[in-house]
């Protein structure tokens, strides 16, 4: 039961660390329309979190809510691979993350609507319409700005070095994992290397950006081993329900 | 000949209907409509700010979507707004030029801080709720395309209301720290929501012109005893004083009587001496001279792709 639980709650705080981190550029976008949209993708992944936070409750069964485990677990707790918990950066940075997650997520949750857990494939089937419009917006930024201006060029590919080693976590499948993977409820992740990689490629070449060489992997935040960055991130979210636990908002 | 125009331009106006685009209008009311609906766009995208600001502590995961969702439903009037005040032949870029270097306002009521998470249900209840009392009137303003903005921004900027409002009815049946923080937000925003309606009718010179034109169809004062009136009740059901002695019913009136309006402080914060004044134009500043190299990316993009598919065809 415990591998389910964790395999929920890995998928649900992707979603939320990823969302909460773009929702720290609402006001401050680029240009209004792509504000929105970052906003917009933040809401759908916040949305997300929650559906896979009360699926999380109901499997745990000790009467939680989605707000208990989002607003009351520690660092250690959270299951989300590193790469989502990276700072924003510039929007190269922030377009970057994006897409490789976008690029992962995408055949995950493709794959997820045939987990043999029915709330499981109901989820993916309501979150992969909204995920598949994410990795349509991100490829064409990334396109856009690998094609773009020298300076835009310079700025996804200053994002391509910073980032890539935070891309290879996706593929090492977690104990919980690999045991979801077993009783038919999760996708085995190293399964979606290739399906990842060959998505990567084609939007790189019409970006003219290089796809960078196999390099060390970063990884630990599907174990709750994360960068340094996720406790601050969850010192400002959890900051109310800390500071006056047990209300209702 | 400029006579006549003007004449059967009032003549339509009077008539009820609609100043469109392409119409003849004098210029001052083509300005008096710039001026107007520019700052309003530009209160709309200033407001994500202070709101913006408790996106990433919103204290549950429903209160943050719906937040997020607030405060993009006001990028999307801004979107509205920008595009209404474009028909009047003036660019949005040239519109964010003047909010940059002061020379456009913008609601002064954005230039306060967002201290705790009840000032989010009191933008929501207090100055959502006088947006709508400015706005609902609007709809039926004599320039078309601003008239078809605010009907659509009309319908949203009500749930946002409901939306503040039930943020703070949740704080009054809360603990004593909750409920210290409504009061405390509705001490900090009511005078600054009430001066939301602008300068008194006395102090308010062009009032009388943008009436005879159909572009405000109340006074400034009227619409501000209406928001008064109206939150003196609601006040009640959140269990919150508003901070005025003297706020009491008139009978004869038919209206509640309020305290006097300071001002000074309304046209120090107007002047640019608020207290967040500095910062939120220096955030709008930032995000848009920060995106200057994505933009250019964009164009520069689009303008390859338009060229390599002209070379396709010509091969
Ligand atoms: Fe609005
Ligand atoms: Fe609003």
Redesign the interface.
């Known amino acids: 039961m415990n591998y389910k639980l964790n395999y929920i709650l890995h998928l649900a705080d992707n979603a939320l660390i990823l969302g909460h981190r773009l929702s720290e550029w609402c006001g401050h976008g680029p240009v209004l329309e792509q504000d929105m949209a970052l906003t917009n993708i933040a809401l759908d992944l916040v949305g997300q979190s929650r559906s896979l936070y009360q699926l999380a409750a109901s499997i745990q069964d000790e009467g939680k809510t989605e707000d208990d485990l989002a607003y009351f677990r520690d660092v250690i707790d959270f299951k989300n691979v590193l790469l989502v918990e990276q700072e924003n950066g510039d929007f190269a940075q922030t377009i970057l993350r994006q897409f490789l997650f976008d690029a992962y997520n995408f055949h995950l949750y493709q794959k997820l609507l045939k987990s043999s857990d029915k709330q499981l494939s109901a989820i993916a089937e309501k979150s992969l319409k909204e995920i598949t419009y994410h990795l349509r917006w991100s490829s064409e930024w990334v396109i856009r700005l690998g094609d773009g201006t020298e300076e835009s060029n310079r700025r996804i590919n200053e994002a391509i070095e910073a980032l890539w080693p935070y891309a290879g976590e996706l593929f090492i499948p977690a104990t919980y994992e690999l045991e979801a993977v077993k009783e038919g409820l999760g996708v085995d992740s190293a399964s979606l290397k290739e399906l990842w990689s060959t998505e990567i490629k084609n939007v790189f070449d019409e970006a003219n950006l290089e796809v960078p060489e196999e390099s060390w992997v970063q990884k630990g935040g599907k174990n709750g081993i994360h960068t340094e960055k996720l406790g601050f991130l969850l010192a400002e979210m959890q900051f109310l329900q800390r500071a006056y636990p047990g209300q209702e908002w | 000949m400029e006579n006549n125009l003007e004449q059967a331009f009032q003549a339509k106006i009077d008539r009820e209907e609609k100043i469109e685009p392409k119409d003849w209008m004098p210029e001052a009311y083509r300005k008096t409509l710039i001026r107007q609906i520019s700052q309003h766009a530009h209160s709309e995208?200033v407001g994500?700010?202070p709101e913006?600001n408790w996106?990433?502590?919103?204290?549950?995961?429903?209160?943050?979507?719906a937040l997020?969702?607030k405060?993009?439903d006001e990028?999307?009037h801004?979107?509205y707004l920008?595009s209404a005040c474009e028909t009047l032949g003036i660019n949005r870029d040239t519109l964010y030029e003047q909010l940059h270097d002061g020379t456009a306002k913008y609601s002064s009521i954005f230039n306060y801080p967002t201290l705790t998470?009840a000032d989010i249900g009191a933008i929501g209840w207090l100055v959502d709720g006088a947006a709508i009392m400015n706005q609902v009137p609007l709809c039926r303003c004599s320039y078309g395309p601003y008239a078809r903005a605010m009907v659509r921004v009309c319908k949203e900027e009500s749930f946002h209301q409901r939306q503040g409002f039930e943020?703070l009815l949740?704080?009054s049946?809360?603990?004593d720290?909750?409920k210290n923080m409504l009061q405390d937000a509705v001490n900090r925003w009511w005078w600054p929501s009430v001066m939301m309606f602008g300068p008194s009718d006395k102090d308010s010179p062009h009032t009388a012109r943008s009436m005879n034109w159909k572009i405000k169809r109340f006074t400034n004062d009227e619409l501000r005893q209406k928001f008064v009136d109206v939150c003196y009740e609601q006040a009640k059901v959140l269990n919150v004083k508003l901070p005025d002695e003297d706020i009491k019913w008139n009978e004869e009136r038919g209206h509640y009587d309020f305290g006097a309006i300071d001002w000074d402080e309304f046209w120090q914060v107007v002047k640019g001496n608020g207290p967040c004044n500095k910062q939120r134009v220096a955030?709008r500043k930032?995000?848009w001279d920060?995106?200057?190299?994505?933009?250019?990316?964009?164009?520069?993009?689009s303008n390859?792709?338009s060229e390599r598919l002209k070379n396709k065809k010509v091969a």
């Open positions: 995208i994500m700010l913006g996106i990433t502590r919103a204290p549950s995961l429903r209160r943050k979507v997020m969702a405060v993009q990028a999307g801004g979107l920008y998470w943020i949740t704080l049946k809360g603990s720290e909750q955030a930032k995000a920060d995106g200057a190299w994505v933009r250019e990316a964009a164009l520069a993009h390859k792709r």
